[in-house]
């Protein structure tokens, strides 16, 4: 029929007009910043670096292999290597960043920082009210202000979260039974006595 699309579309219009004073999933314009929308799990803006515990410093999961730094397209991660190593959460020494820096106002929320991450320590934050007038001092932010706990993650990302917790104690598991597998192999190895020599 002759302007069928054009009834359907104003039929949408007025469905979506009268629903956003009736219902609540149509009401897509609140009172900010007294009201606010609860934040959805896929919401992500800039990337912050995971710890465990309760000490920021001695949970931090990054180990400075600056694979993230390589494939940033910006180009905005900044990552020195600690000389001394700490525990990772499986109890193996790795090393850890001096320095790791993000420039937040040349990041573009790509998440592939995240993606090429192999050990789960970096991850997307929804933290969006970051404006200030200082575009080169308070927008480089440095490990310390980048570090949120791993309670933060399961907050804002919670199936995500539980996934890379799960995953994480699925390897920790796997890793110390082969210890254990080892430990037991050798012990049962029998010790020989040593080769008589000749006189
Ligand atoms: S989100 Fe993208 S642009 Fe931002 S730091 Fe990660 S890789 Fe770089
Ligand atoms: S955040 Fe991940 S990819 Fe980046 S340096 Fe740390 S461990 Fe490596």
């Known amino acids: 029929m002759l302007g069928a699309g054009i009834i359907k579309g104003m039929a949408e219009t007025a469905r ?16 900010y910043p007294e009201q606010r929308l609860p934040l959805k799990e896929s919401t992500r803006n800039f990337p912050f670096l995971v710890f465990d515990g309760e000490d920021w410093q001695k949970g931090l999961r990054c180990v400075a292999c600056q694979i993230c730094e390589k494939e940033c397209p910006p180009q905005c991660i900044f990552i020195t290597k600690d000389a001394a190593k700490k525990p990772d959460y499986m109890g193996k020494l790795q090393f850890q960043p001096k320095v790791f820096d993000i420039d937040t106002s040349v990041c573009m929320s790509c998440q592939i920082c995240v993606e090429v991450c192999p050990f789960e320590a970096i991850k997307m934050d929804t933290e969006f009210e970051l404006s200030t007038d200082n575009r080169f001092g308070d927008l480089l932010l440095n490990k310390e202000q980048l570090a949120r706990s791993n309670e933060h993650y399961h907050k804002i990302h919670p199936t995500e979260a539980a996934e890379v917790d799960e995953r994480l104690a699925g390897e920790k598991a796997k890793a110390e039974a082969k210890a254990k597998a080892a430990a037991a192999a050798a012990a049962a190895k029998p010790v020989l006595p040593p080769k008589a020599t000749a006189p």
């Open 16 to 31: 979506n007009f009268i629903g956003s004073y009736t219902d609540a999933n149509l009401l897509v314009t609140v009172e």
